[in-house]
């Protein structure tokens, strides 16, 4: 029997296919999703195929976003179009709603995947799903998410070989032998599989959705042997926030305040290794890209796709002395790449307006030409891009007062006085509101884990017994943890009349940081301490919607 893969992962690429120009036949979808690929710190640079082949082909979403900077609350958020508050998915754990019986029960049934199969899509998932997919007290292999014809899951997370695949249900197990096992190449292969059997056995009656999710970028960046000894005099961007601790900056939230500061000699140079491996593990999707790109064009298909790459969320190496890791509210871990090209989309392109990981699902029904759910919170950027397409973003005008930052510029010294205040508050910040295009405001939200298995026992003395409480901690970067239940966060991300980062984390203090990303780009200034008190207030209001927010809410603050 013909058996194809299907997973969500980390890069995303989205192609979409209509059967000829002119014809009413909707059009295939196909998805790329990477693990872990940043957009801030060069993470796209290695993929000269993908860039070509589809960036320089269509559109670059120069602002896009992931709403919650960790794997499985992230995915769930592509898969449904929903925040995290909404999918209730809240980490990487089964406590933490990851793959659990109430995702099972509930959500997993209302994705994308399931609106175009009901619409008569041909689907096919190949890859990286939710962390404790497959696990035996969480369905196991035998269980295939609804919605999907061809299922590769991969079960747990990323790896690259010694892994187990979910194929419609039974289990195949991989090892260590390149030619056979390395998870990147296997995911091309069932792809073009999927592809020339779509060809020869549906005859475009039908079009289909097709997801692929390589492990590459993620940990443990296990390059192909091909391409082990590529980018040898690469290091990791030395950003003004690289290794940074100064001690004029103004204090970040608990985590970042923890011990050691700095990384050592030592912790440089494993971090430079992860950056180079990280580039060479994002060639083998470049080979990806190319081939089945290629393939569709030899199958006549190319000329009538859409194809749409990002990633679930970015990743941090060294900045202000965090590790590796992501699961933080800056730009380093919230942004990320996003192509997409496609029929009636203009080449070269480049898109400001802001695009966000739960704007996906909705995207994809109306490439599909399905009216997607009112309670996606996400929008349709179609209208953004494909010259054609019909708008079903339409919302009530929302009327806010308007925040003055222009004034936030960095302090030379810590004396210097800053004035942020509010403008007059009768002024609305939104005019004309109409869909995704004034959409200013949105919101990144994260729930803090602390899991002692995750973390090195050697670090059980140091961190005074407190692993319950903190996660990642790892012996070799001197017990540095990249998280911790106080890392526990919501923040609004405005882009538009400002462009802006405020952020409260429910710690003992609610603690606040505040950026202005323009005049400070690599967020070194916490200028909280300087807003005025109804500023503040003002931010906590909009906030406190979006966190409550459900569907057409949600972009109507």
Not at 14 to 20: A, K, Y
Request: aromatic share 10%; net charge negative; proline share 5%.
């Amino acid at each position: 029997m013909f058996q194809v893969m299907t997973s969500s992962a980390i890069t995303l690429f989205l192609l979409v296919t209509v059967t000829s120009p002119g014809e009413t036949s909707r059009p295939n979808i196909v998805l790329i999703l990477t693990d872990d690929q940043d957009a801030a710190l060069g993470g796209a640079e290695p993929l000269e195929q993908g860039k070509k082949l589809i960036a320089d082909q269509g559109a670059q979403f120069v602002n896009a976003y992931a709403t919650t900077p960790i794997c499985c609350p992230s995915r769930a958020s592509i898969l449904t179009g929903r925040y995290l508050h909404n999918t209730e998915v809240r980490n990487n754990s089964v406590e933490g709603g990851c793959n659990d019986q109430s995702w099972r029960d509930g959500l997993e049934g209302k994705t994308f995947a399931t609106h175009l199969k009901n619409a008569g899509y041909r689907t096919m998932y190949a890859g990286k799903y939710l962390n404790q997919y497959g696990k035996a007290r969480e369905g196991g292999v035998e269980h295939v998410p609804p919605g999907w014809d061809w299922w590769a899951g991969l079960v747990g997370n990323s790896r690259y070989y010694n892994y187990t695949l979910s194929i419609n249900g039974k289990a195949e197990e991989h090892g260590d032998n390149y030619t056979t096992d390395y998870l990147t190449d296997v995911i091309r292969r069932k792809s073009i599989q999927f592809i020339s059997h779509y060809v020869n056995t549906d005859t475009g009656a039908n079009p289909f959705l097709m997801v692929l999710a390589p492990p590459a970028c993620h940990a443990p960046f296990t390059p192909a042997p091909q391409y082990e000894e590529m980018f040898k005099n690469k290091t990791a961007p030395r950003t003004p926030a690289f290794n940074r601790d100064q001690a004029d900056d103004p204090k970040k939230h608990w985590l970042m305040e923890t011990n050691p500061k700095l990384l050592s000699k030592e912790n440089i140079e494993i971090v430079d290794e992860v950056f180079r491996n990280r580039w060479r593990t994002l060639l083998s999707v470049d080979d990806l890209i190319e081939k089945v790109v290629h393939t569709l064009a030899s199958y006549g298909l190319l000329d009538n796709t859409y194809i749409l790459f990002t990633s679930d969320h970015g990743y941090h190496l060294g900045q202000f002395g965090m590790p590796l890791d992501k699961r933080l509210p800056y730009e380093f871990d919230i942004k990320v790449p996003f192509w997409i090209r496609g029929p009636n989309i203009t080449a070269n392109q480049k898109e400001n307006i802001p695009v966000l990981s739960i704007d996906i699902a909705p995207t994809i029904l109306d490439l599909a030409g399905i009216p997607y759910s009112p309670v996606m919170d996400g929008l349709s950027f179609a209208s953004l891009v494909v010259s054609n397409s019909s708008d079903q973003n339409k919302t009530t005008p929302a009327v806010s007062v308007q925040v003055n930052i222009t004034e936030n510029d960095i302090p030379k010294d810590k004396d210097q006085k800053l004035r942020v205040g509010l403008n007059n508050s009768s002024s609305s910040i939104i005019t004309n509101y109409t869909g995704i295009q004034g959409r200013h405001d949105f919101l990144v939200e994260y729930s803090g884990e602390g899991s002692e298995h995750t973390s090195s026992p050697d670090c059980k003395g140091q961190l005074r017994d407190d692993l319950m409480n903190l996660a990642e901690c790892d012996s070799q970067f001197q017990c540095k943890c990249q998280d911790s239940r106080n890392n526990t966060y919501s923040c609004l991300r405005s882009i538009g009349q400002e462009d802006s980062l405020f952020c409260q984390f429910q710690d003992d203090t609610s603690f606040q940081e505040m950026y202005s990303i323009n005049q400070d780009p690599f967020q070194l200034t916490n200028i909280a301490n300087l807003l005025k008190n109804e500023t503040i207030q003002h931010y906590l209001k909009i906030m406190g919607m979006l966190k409550k927010c459900k569907g057409a809410e949600c972009n109507n603050v």
